[in-house]
C-alpha cells in the first residue's frame, strides 16, 4: 500500500440501512400492446439541441446505466464471525467430520504455539515483534472481496465456466463480429488514414447482423420479437385505414424547430436494438472509432437490459449481473474494438489529441477505478469518493511499463493504459499529460473515479461533436424527463454551433448552415461604429487631406466650394486664364501642355550635339567626353 494515501474513512457499519440505489427500469412482454418499438433516429442537429438532450429521459437512462455498472465493480467486505461458520460447517458437513475437523486445527495450533522462534538480537527488535503480534491478533474477521478481469487462454476466457447463459450468448456474438476481420484483410501500403477495407468489414457486418441478433440475443428479447410480430399485422391494418403514425411529441419551446418534426417508424425491438450495436463499431464513411460508438455499445446492452434479457437482472440486489455485464461482455468487446483499430488504423473520433483523456475510450477508466476504489459494506452503500483497497497498486504505476504489463490483466484502467503503450511511444507525460496529471492523485482510486465519472459527464454526453450521432427511439426517449432540472450553462455547452433561423431556408432546417443567407432576415458583416451610414450620405473617409479648403475672399463663381486639383505639381499648373485661381473650376483637372517647337513636335530642349571633341589617337582623351568621373579621363 502506498504510504502516501490518506487512510480511507472507516466502512458503515452493517447496521446502517441506505435506501435502494436507482437502476434501470426492466420492461416486461406483458407490456407490450401499450409499447411500441420505433426505429432510432437522429435528433442532436446544432448546439441548442445538445441542453434538451440533457434534460430527456435518454440522458438520465444513460446516466443510471453508467453509473449503476461502476457501482457493481466495488470492492465488498464480507463479514465473517464463529457464529457463521460453525452454521455453514454444519449444514456442510456430518458431526463426525465436523469433530475431526476441529480437531485437526487444534493440532495446527498447537504446532505453531510450540514452534520455536529465534530469539531478538536485541530490545528494539523485540518490540517490534511484539508489536506485529498484537497487530496480528487485532486483525478484523473481514474479508474484502474484489472483481478483477476474468482470466484468459488463447482468447478465450478460463473463468467463465459459472457465466449465464446470456452472457455466453454474447461472448459468442462478438467472437462472430471478430471473425469477419479474417474476411476483409487491410489493404497493404502505408496510409495516412484509416484503411478502406474497413468499409467492406462493415457492410459485411450490416447484412449479416440481423441474422446474428437473432441467433445469440438472450431469449428473454426473443420473447418480444414474437410478440411483436403477432401485433404487427393488426398495427399495419390501422395505418392503412387511415389512423395517425407514431409520432414523437414536441417538447414546450422546441415548437419551431423543423429538426423535432420527425415521423418515426414502427420496428421490431431487433430493428431497434441493431441501430445501438452497429454504430458501437465505428463509422465506416470517416473511418473512425470514439467515445460516442462506445456509448452506442452500453446503451445497447442497457436496451437488454430494459427487455429483460439477462437472467436474474430483477432479483439482483448485490449488482452481480452487472459485474458479468462489464468484466464478460463490455471488456471482449473493447478487445474487439482495439484489434479493428490496429488492423485497420482507425482514426480517434472528436478526440482533442493530447490533451484528451484517451484517442478511442473512456469507460475502461471509469470501470477500472471502481475496481480499485475502497470497499463497501452493503450493497445499496454509495460509491465511495476516496480511498482505495487495500494492497492496490499506486496510481502514478501508469507511467511504468513493467508495472502496467502486471496489472492489465485484472483491470480495465490497466488494460487501457497498456493499449496505450502498444500504440504510442515515446515519454508518457507527453503523449498522454491528462493521464499523467491523473496519475499524481494521492486520494485514491475513489477520487479518481468520482473524476472520471465527471469528466465522462462534460466531455462526452455534454460535446456535440460526440453526442450528434446518438439515434433515439422508444427504449432512449428523446422526450423531456418530468424531473430533470434546468442543466447548467458550462463553457462546453456555451461554444455549441447553432444554426439561425434565417439560415434555416438554406439548410432545410437540418445541420448547420454552409452558405451566408439573403434577404430581409440576412445577418449583418459587423456593427462598429465605422460601418454605420450616416443620416448625410456615406463619406469616404474623414483624413485632413480629404478636406476642402476654405473658399478664398471675393472667390465665386461655378467652381467654388468644390475641392482642390487632385495634385499641386508644375505638370499639372494652367497657363491659361485660369492661372492662379486654384479653387476655380477651370483650373481643376487641367494638364500640362509643353510648348511646341517648329513644326509641331513639342520642345523638349537642346538639341544634342552633332559632334564630340577628340584627342590625340589611341589616347584615352580620344574617347566621348561623356562624364567627368575619374575613371574616364
Known amino acids: ?59 438520465r437512462d444513460i446516466g443510471v446505466w453508467i453509473l449503476q455498472l461502476n457501482h457493481a465493480l466495488v470492492p465488498r467486505i464480507i463479514k465473517e464471525s464463529t457464529t457463521t461458520s460453525t452454521t455453514a460447517s454444519i449444514s456442510e458437513f456430518t458431526k463426525d467430520e465436523q469433530q475431526q475437523q476441529q480437531q485437526q486445527q487444534r493440532q495446527q495450533k498447537a504446532e505453531e504455539a510450540n514452534e520455536p522462534r529465534p530469539p531478538p538480537t536485541d530490545a528494539l527488535a523485540a518490540k517490534l515483534q511484539l508489536l506485529r503480534k498484537k497487530k496480528d491478533e487485532q486483525q478484523p474477521t473481514e474479508e474484502i472481496k474484489t472483481f478483477p478481469l476474468p482470466r484468459h487462454r488463447n482468447g478465450e476466457g478460463v473463468d467463465n465456466q459459472e457465466e449465464p447463459e446470456s452472457i455466453r450468448q454474447l461472448q459468442r456474438l462478438l467472437k462472430k463480429v471478430e471473425a469477419i476481420i479474417d474476411e476483409a484483410p487491410p489493404d497493404p501500403g502505408p496510409r495516412r488514414f484509416g484503411n478502406v477495407s474497413f468499409r467492406k468489414w462493415f457492410k459485411l457486418l450490416e447484412q449479416r447482423a440481423d441474422g446474428l441478433l437473432r441467433e445469440y440475443l438472450p431469449g428473454g428479447v426473443l420473447r418480444w420479437e414474437q410478440g411483436a ?88 440486489e448485490d449488482g452481480e449481473v452487472e459485474r458479468r455485464i462489464v468484466l464478460g461482455v463490455v471488456e471482449p468487446y473493447l478487445r474487439v474494438i482495439r484489434r479493428l483499430i490496429l488492423t485497420y488504423t482507425l482514426e480517434p473520433a472528436g478526440s482533442h ?20 476504489t475502497r470497499p463497501i459494506s452493503s450493497p445499496n452503500e454509495p460509491t465511495p469518493l476516496e480511498g482505495s483497497v487495500p494492497n492496490a497498486p499506486k496510481p502514478s504505476d501508469i507511467t511504468k511499463p513493467t508495472a502496467v504489463e502486471r496489472y492489465r490483466t485484472e483491470n480495465m484502467y490497466f488494460s487501457a493504459i497498456g493499449f496505450i503503450y502498444d500504440v504510442k511511444k515515446g515519454p508518457f507525460w507527453e503523449h498522454s499529460p491528462i493521464l499523467f496529471d491523473v496519475s499524481g492523485i494521492t486520494d485514491g482510486w475513489g477520487k479518481i473515479n468520482k473524476g472520471m465519472i465527471k469528466m465522462y459527464n462534460a466531455e462526452v454526453l455534454s460535446k456535440f461533436p460526440v453526442v450528434q450521432h446518438f439515434p433515439f427511439g422508444s427504449l432512449f426517449q428523446w422526450e423531456k424527463d418530468p424531473e430533470a432540472g434546468v442543466p447548467v450553462q458550462s463553457v462546453h455547452m456555451q461554444n455549441q454551433p447553432v444554426a439561425s433561423a434565417a439560415s434555416a431556408a438554406v439548410t432545410g432546417g437540418v445541420g448547420i448552415p454552409t452558405e451566408r443567407p439573403s434577404g430581409p432576415g440576412a445577418i449583418t458583416g459587423t456593427a462598429a461604429p465605422w460601418a454605420q451610414k450616416p443620416s448625410g450620405g456615406v463619406t469616404g473617409t474623414a483624413a485632413p487631406w480629404a478636406q476642402a479648403p476654405a473658399q478664398a475672399p471675393g472667390a465665386g463663381g461655378a467652381g467654388a466650394g468644390m475641392a482642390p486639383p487632385m495634385t499641386a505639381a508644375p505638370w499639372a499648373r494652367s497657363t491659361g486664364a485660369g492661372a492662379g485661381v486654384g479653387s476655380s473650376a477651370a483650373n481643376r483637372f487641367t494638364p500640362f501642355k509643353p510648348a511646341r517647337g517648329p513644326g509641331g513636335a513639342p520642345h523638349t530642349g537642346p538639341p544634342p550635339p552633332e559632334s564630340f571633341p577628340s584627342g590625340t589617337p589611341g589616347t584615352a582623351s580620344n574617347q566621348f567626353a561623356v562624364t567627368k568621373a575619374p575613371w574616364a579621363r
Open 1 to 59: 500500500m502506498d504510504p502516501t494515501f490518506k487512510r480511507p474513512p472507516p466502512a458503515a457499519s452493517s447496521s446502517t440501512t441506505y435506501p435502494p440505489l436507482p437502476k434501470l427500469e426492466v420492461r416486461h412482454p406483458s407490456t407490450l400492446p401499450s409499447h411500441r418499438f420505433l426505429r432510432p433516429a437522429k435528433r442532436i442537429n446544432e448546439g441548442p439541441d445538445v441542453s434538451h438532450f440533457l434534460i430527456s429521459k435518454a440522458y
Open 229 to 316: 410480430a403477432a401485433g404487427g399485422s393488426g398495427e399495419k391494418k390501422e395505418e392503412e385505414e387511415g389512423t395517425e403514425t407514431e409520432t414523437e411529441t414536441e417538447t414546450e419551446g422546441d415548437s419551431d424547430k423543423k429538426t423535432n418534426e420527425h415521423t418515426q417508424e414502427v420496428v421490431g425491438p431487433l430493428e431497434e436494438l441493431k441501430a445501438y450495436f452497429l454504430g458501437g463499431f465505428g463509422s465506416a464513411q470517416r473511418l473512425d472509432y470514439g467515445t460516442g460508438h462506445e456509448l452506442s455499445f452500453l446503451m445497447f446492452l442497457g436496451g437488454l437490459w430494459k427487455l429483460g434479457g439477462f437472467e436474474g437482472e430483477e432479483n439482483d
Open 353 to 372: 489529441g493530447v490533451w484528451g483523456l484517451d484517442d478511442h475510450s473512456f469507460v475502461p477508466y471509469i470501470f477500472g477505478s471502481a475496481q480499485y
